[in-house]
């Protein structure tokens, strides 16, 4: 109102920038609405804030980079322990120098990218608390399992090592690096499979798709031991969390 002036201190007028110039944001002359932070009567002081009208983004992150979400950015600037990727005007994720790729230990985000590269991402975790943004981009990297799930169909016959028996929940290796779950009930279980002087990998290269090839050498009453090879059906192929779900045989 007339006679009455407010001061929008610059580390009012933004949640993400940090803003030098007053000039940066606002315009003399300009109409803007703002929160009343403080009054003081004596001396007659009344501060104002610019940047509660508009919303914290940091209080909203976990809706709008939800874990999992791929985001593409540039990347704004490195430092030896990751590079930041600009998500949104404002707001930067790090991928931190263990999540760049698995393909080989590097030294400096240099090795892989530089600053202003287009860049894909996976979000890891996003904290508003602290302020912090975790991205990550060997998880996009195509892996084994993204290979497998590729080739292979819904009611495939499959070949796999026992790995681990829990109750009733059987993990299963199908080659190098591929695992799949199989629910099993006390009756019923799959016909083992008779190991031959080939390896592992040979024999789940060769025999995991059309089933097994290889003679029966037990009952289908035996029980599922860990280091048993076995047969499977591929019940259910959930390719965004790469996850095979088998019945038995």
Same mark, same amino acid.
């Given at each position: 109102?007339?006679?009455?002036? =407010? ?22 002359? +300009? ?11 004596? @001396?007659?002081?009344?501060s104002l804030g610019l940047k509660q009208v508009l919303g914290n983004p940091w209080d909203t992150i976990k809706d709008r980079y939800p874990e999992g979400?791929?985001?593409?950015? #540039? ?33 400096? @985000? ?18 508003? +608390?602290?302020?912090?943004? #975790?991205? =990550? ?14 080739? /292979? ?22 080659? +190098? =690096? ?10 019923? @279980?799959? /016909? ?12 789940? !290269? !060769? ?14 009453s035996e029980p599922y031991r860990e280091g048993q090879l076995r047969s499977f059906t591929i019940k259910a192929i959930?390719? /965004? ?6 019945? @038995?045989?």
């Amino acid at each position: 109102m007339p006679g009455v002036e =407010g001061l929008i201190h610059v580390s009012e007028m933004s949640w993400t920038k940090r803003v030098q110039r007053p000039g940066d944001v606002l315009k003399k002359g +300009e109409r803007v609405e703002a929160v009343v932070l403080k009054v003081e009567r004596e @001396p007659a002081r009344l501060s104002l804030g610019l940047k509660q009208v508009l919303g914290n983004p940091w209080d909203t992150i976990k809706d709008r980079y939800p874990e999992g979400k791929v985001i593409e950015g #540039k990347v704004t600037r490195l430092a030896k322990f990751g590079a930041f990727v600009e998500v949104e005007e404002g707001i930067d994720g790090l991928v931190h120098i263990s999540d760049f790729t698995s393909e080989k230990r590097i030294e400096h @985000p240099s090795e892989v990218v530089k600053v202003g590269q287009a860049v894909r991402a996976m979000v890891l975790s996003a904290d508003p +608390e602290t302020k912090r943004l #975790k991205l =990550g981009m060997k998880q996009l990297e195509a892996t084994s399992t993204d290979q497998f799930v590729k080739e /292979a169909a819904v009611g495939d016959r499959v070949t796999g090592r026992v790995l681990q028996v829990t109750g009733n929940k059987l993990t299963v290796q199908l080659g +190098e =690096g591929v695992e799949g779950v199989c629910l099993i009930e006390k009756s019923g @279980p799959a /016909a083992p499979v008779s190991a031959s002087g080939t390896s592992l990998a040979e024999q789940l !290269a !060769a025999a995991w798709k059309g089933g097994v090839k290889s003679p029966v050498s037990g009952t289908s009453s035996e029980p599922y031991r860990e280091g048993q090879l076995r047969s499977f059906t591929i019940k259910a192929i959930d390719t /965004a969390a790469k996850q095979i779900e088998l019945t @038995p045989a």
